[in-house]
Structures are given as C-alpha cells and as structure tokens.
C-alpha cells in the first residue's frame, strides 16, 4: 500500500526539549517537504529536499532542522530554538521539485506546553 | 506574506449547489494548484493547471486561471455533503533559482444536506 506516513500522530512536549517528527514514504519520490500549519492558517514551507543528501530552507525555517540521507526518510527536528512550536506539521512528497503534485502525509499535531 | 489568499473565506450552500472559491497571486508562477483538506488531516490534490493554460477540468472540478489578473477560480458543481473541506490554492514558482511554494490561507465549504 503505497504512501507517506507519519508518526506520532499527536505529540507533546515540554517547553526547551528538542522533537523530532517522523516522515516515510514509499512511493520513490524524490522530493520532500515539510509545512507547518497554524489553526485557520495556510501551510508554509520549512524545508524541502529535492534529491538525497541535498535540502534547503523555505520561508520559516529558523528553529527546526532536517535530513535526508535516505529517499524514503525526511525527518523534523523542532528545536528549543523554535519560539512557537505548537501546530500541526505536514509532510510531503512529489516525483519532482517542480510541476509535480504532492503527496501528503496525515500530520503531527504538536503541542509544547 | 502569504502568496495566495483565497475568497470568501467560508461558504455555506446546499447540497447540488455550485461552489466557486477564488485564489489571487502577486508574482509570476509556474503553476498553480487546488488542494483539499479534511478537517485535521493532511492534503488532498486536486488539479494542477499550468501557466500557459486558461482551464482544466476534472470531473466535477473546473479550474480556470488568468495569470493577466494573477487570479484562479475553482468551481465544484453538484456539491455534495461529502465535499465538505477547506481549500487552498498553492502557487509554484521559482525566482533567482529558489524554489517557491506557497499556499493560500484557504477557503472553508459547508455543504448542507
């Protein structure tokens, strides 16, 4: 059953911990996105990847981190440094960084309190 | 700021009435996109219309996009309860190399049966 999977569904965490959220797909994609999205909100882009071992940072990147050092994997890390973490983050796959459709996954509601 | 900001809002109809949503843009694009979201979960896409073209139809999706007034119309004819969504436009662009993708803040259906 192919697709792009998330885990947790819901996390939460304690204010100065770093978290990290998990991101699967197996539909060999190249690309990978990850957005956050605020309650009523749009999604913004974090980062992206457009091949293994390369990323780079969208419009609200401070304060989180990624890797991609397999196709299938992009893991979120959402640092201390992140002064408003709590949202829910969606992740995503395309074929192609351009003209492609993307995939998305359920999302992570994170709460940090 | 957000790219994409779509009108109205909300909408509330009845079941078999048309729906229109309206997305507007401030710079170039590749391409822009219609995707559907469930309440609390991840994107659905919908259509992807390119720049050089003015309609596309899928089913019971029309999208229209008129890159002169950086505008894009969706329209659902024969709604039902079950097209009860928010929708977003994304628009995909690439300036100086960097890759854009940037979605609206959404538009929220209610369909009544």
């Known amino acids: 059953d192919g697709g792009i999977t998330q885990s947790p569904k819901y996390l939460f965490r304690k204010e100065g911990q770093n978290v990290t959220l998990s991101c699967e797909q197996n539909?060999?994609?190249?690309?990978m996105y990850w957005y956050r999205q605020d309650p009523g909100q749009g999604l913004r882009l974090i980062y992206y990847s457009q091949i293994v071992n390369d990323f780079q940072k969208g419009d609200i990147a401070e304060g989180y981190s990624v890797s991609r050092e397999k196709k299938e994997s992009f893991p979120l890390t959402v640092t201390s440094a992140q002064k408003n973490p709590t949202a829910f983050y969606l992740c995503a796959s395309s074929m192609a960084i351009l003209g492609t459709e993307q995939y998305f996954g359920p999302g992570t509601r994170l709460t940090v309190t | 700021s957000q790219q994409g900001e779509e009108d109205p809002q909300a909408l509330s109809i009845q079941e078999g009435e048309n729906a229109t949503m309206n997305c507007s843009y401030k710079?170039?694009?590749?391409?822009l996109q219609w995707y559907r979201q469930n309440s609390g979960r991840g994107l659905v896409h919908l259509i992807l219309i390119r720049s050089n073209e003015r309609e596309k139809h899928s089913g019971r999706l029309r999208v229209t996009l008129d890159t002169s007034k950086k505008s894009s119309s969706l329209l659902i004819t024969a709604s039902r309860a079950a097209d009860t969504a928010s929708y977003f436009c994304?628009?995909?662009?690439?300036?100086?190399?960097?890759?854009?993708?940037?979605f609206g803040t959404g538009t929220r259906l209610k369909v009544l049966a």
């Open positions: 539909l060999n994609h190249d690309a």
């Open positions: 710079t170039s694009i590749n391409n």
């Open positions: 994304a628009t995909e662009a690439t300036t100086s190399g960097t890759y854009k993708y940037i």
